[in-house]
């Protein structure tokens, strides 16, 4: 009992000490995210990067490359919404660098032959407005499809306006619906009525920044007047409404959002005027609705149905608070983990992972036992398969293949027919001399680490390596086609193993590659794991001679910014640069900046001495150290972030430089969390980060 006191006072004056240090924190004032200082320090630290990159020798080349391959109009048209007999796309290229919505017949896209139409030009639209708009969809109600809620965002920020437009004039609607800018949740209740979740004032937002109320906004009535359904608590995450289409029923659901990673399911009840309970575990994730069927994916045992699976519920009889059958209706094998689910009319198919690697199924459900039965659908071996969309009536899906040297093919596929092709993506560069490999390093807990190793047949080490990396939020890291890679910093990964050096995509601990456990390992007390996967993947490039000590760059975003911020400062010996966009880095006040506090689940919570006790061993920015040399990083970010707060980068950057270290910094005005608001942008960044690794690993002796 003493010792249990000891440890108690030790752990709260520890955490007193560092609540002592955090408040005289010198760079806090960088937090000012518009302030004058702050901005005239962002364009210091941007022009001293500019001063070091642009212009170097190849710059301007990488960068006209860049914008080439990205603004290629040879670029697969990806589907978007199928409305009857037309589908839509949204396309960006050189002319439209907000991009085109547009329509195309159905039979004629299948054909490979679309014939366009523009719905909306974004450009257009922005200058006649006076707007920076970006585009951040449009959802129109089935089944006419007449009306559509549109979102743009003014300069990318993950806020956005909401309007209703009329697919058959083209026009917004005069008096129609519009809600203000804000990070909203809006779907169609019916033709004259939404569900709204928004900023309402005062107290109507959850400390994470988003909605806490969910309202019924009548045609015709100002949105003041809306009759509320749900509220959640302060604390919670966020309110949001969706709605699923199951042949002519329109099933709309409210979520309260309690963490990042629970949520309590209401439904539109049999009376339809008031939403009531479900029995969806608040661990599971809705992801479809087919034949009267909720489908759901567990990340806890349920029922005695494991973890990763999915699950039917009877919609009928939870709107009418029945007893609810509870049918599996897959569990994927130990080396399998179920990525995406999409419905048609009849089949629902799902994509899963194996080893990483993709694999196609069609699940099928008897209406006599209810029972499911599921059947592979070959697509491409050993290859990264996506959903892209669906044509409910034909039971046809479209789904994708690619691998880091194939380019992506599009294919329309149906259960018993051999996939159809419908558009592949022209090779952008020459593979022949290059291979891929899928190797697996051992983590310091003695877990097995899949990575995807690009390099150039027949290469002798050690060379430069580029290692990508995210490990958290459940987010699944596939390889894709070089020109993709690493995320948002389009062909980079290309550009590097042209050069004769290696790039590897690894699969580290919390994501969801092999399910939720694979999330579950790197979970607030565990991120460790991460951190040590991370070093398990370098020292393997090293171990085996791709690569050595010092020679290797780490590149994460976001989360993966804390990521690469905790090995840099863990392991300074092992890495020679690192690549850092939009990233989280101080874990004592992350909670406090923006979006943050809906992370808590995810991270942890600073407040709480024995969450502090593992978040401050290895907060990146809490973690630098006098006298230490840490590899120089390239930060990238955007003021018009508003989810990870610009703080992070700026206070890191500061902190490092203080210290003597080197340090790239890139700050864009527009971008939102993506950073790159158009192509333009895109293609700059590839060409810094190319400059910056070039500078660092290869010629610096």
Request: proline share 5%; net charge neutral; charged share 25%.
């Amino acid at each position: 009992m003493i010792r249990a006191s000891l440890a108690a006072l030790a752990l709260s004056c520890s955490f007193s000490a560092v609540a002592v240090a955090q408040e005289a924190d010198p760079y806090l004032w960088l937090e000012d995210i518009e302030g004058k200082k702050a901005l005239d320090w962002v364009a210091r630290e941007n022009a001293a990067t500019d001063t070091l990159i642009t212009g170097r020798p190849g710059f301007e080349a990488d960068r006209q490359r860049a914008r080439g391959i990205l603004d290629d109009d040879r670029q697969i048209a990806m589907p978007g919404d199928v409305m009857g007999d037309t589908i839509t796309n949204f396309w960006r290229d050189a002319a439209n660098p907000r991009g085109l919505w547009r329509q195309s017949p159905l039979d004629a896209y299948l054909a490979g032959k679309p014939v366009w139409t523009t719905l909306i030009d974004v450009d257009a639209l922005g200058k006649a407005e006076k707007q920076s708009w970006v585009w951040h969809g449009a959802d129109c109600l089935a089944p006419a499809y007449t009306r559509c809620l549109v979102s743009l965002s003014p300069g990318g920020t993950d806020s956005d306006i909401v309007r209703e437009w009329d697919r058959t004039t083209r026009t917004f609607v005069a008096d129609g619906f519009t809600v203000p800018q804000a990070k909203s949740s809006v779907t169609w209740e019916d033709a004259d009525t939404l569900l709204v979740a928004t900023d309402y004032g005062a107290g109507s937002m959850t400390a994470s920044g988003y909605p806490r109320i969910v309202k019924r906004w009548k045609r015709g009535t100002p949105l003041a007047a809306a009759e509320t359904l749900a509220e959640g608590e302060a604390e919670d995450v966020s309110m949001s409404v969706f709605a699923f289409t199951d042949g002519d029923k329109r099933w709309p659901m409210i979520s309260r959002g309690k963490t990042f990673y629970t949520a309590d399911i209401k439904l539109r009840g049999s009376d339809a005027a008031r939403y009531i309970s479900t029995i969806v575990p608040d661990t599971a994730s809705v992801r479809d609705v087919i034949d009267g069927q909720l489908i759901i994916f567990l990340n806890s045992d349920w029922a005695n149905i494991p973890a990763g699976s999915l699950v039917s519920l009877s919609l009928a009889d939870m709107a009418a608070d029945r007893q609810v059958p509870i049918v599996t209706a897959m569990t994927p094998t130990k080396a399998q983990a179920i990525e995406n689910v999409a419905a048609t009319d009849t089949i629902l198919w799902v994509k899963a992972l194996d080893d990483v690697e993709g694999k196609l199924f069609a699940l099928r459900r008897d209406p006599a036992t209810g029972q499911w039965s599921q059947k592979e659908v070959p697509l491409a071996a050993n290859a990264t398969v996506g959903i892209a969309g669906t044509i409910g009536k034909r039971d046809v899906v479209l789904a994708t293949a690619e691998t880091m040297l194939m380019p992506p093919t599009l294919y329309a596929v149906s259960e018993g027919q051999p996939p159809q092709s419908v558009q592949t993506l022209p090779a952008t560069f020459d593979a022949s001399d290059m291979r891929v490999e899928k190797r697996f390093a051992t983590s310091k807990d003695g877990t097995k680490i899949p990575y995807f190793l690009a390099r150039k047949r027949g290469a002798t080490g050690p060379v430069p390596a580029l290692v990508h990396a995210y490990g958290g939020f459940r987010a699944v890291q596939t390889p894709g086609y070089l020109t993709g890679q690493p995320y948002r910093a389009g062909p980079l990964g290309l550009f590097w193993v042209e050069g004769g050096n290696a790039y590897v995509l690894a699969n580290i601990r919390g994501g969801g590659e092999y399910g939720p456990a694979w999330h579950q390992a790197a979970l607030r007390e565990k991120r460790q794991n991460s951190f040590d996967d991370l070093h398990a993947v370098a020292e393997d490039l090293v171990a085996t001679g791709v690569s050595a000590k010092g020679k290797i760059a780490i590149s994460g975003r976001s989360n993966g910014g804390v990521l690469v911020g905790a090995a840099m400062t863990q392991r300074p010996d092992l890495y020679g640069a690192v690549i850092s966009g939009s990233p989280i880095k101080d874990m004592w006040r992350y909670d406090k900046m923006l979006a943050g506090a809906s992370w808590v689940a995810e991270y942890g919570d600073p407040d709480v001495p024995a969450d502090w006790a593992f978040l401050s061993k290895y907060s990146p920015y809490q973690g630098i150290r006098k006298g230490v040399t840490y590899p120089p990083i390239f930060l990238y970010l955007s003021t018009k972030d508003d989810r990870v707060h610009p703080g992070h980068a700026r206070k890191y950057a500061a902190r490092l430089k203080e210290l003597g270290n080197s340090v790239y910094y890139h700050e864009y005005l527009e971008g939102g969390h993506s950073v790159g608001a158009d192509h333009a942008e895109d293609a700059v960044r590839a060409a810094m980060l190319h400059a910056f690794l070039l500078r660092e690993l290869v010629e610096k002796k």
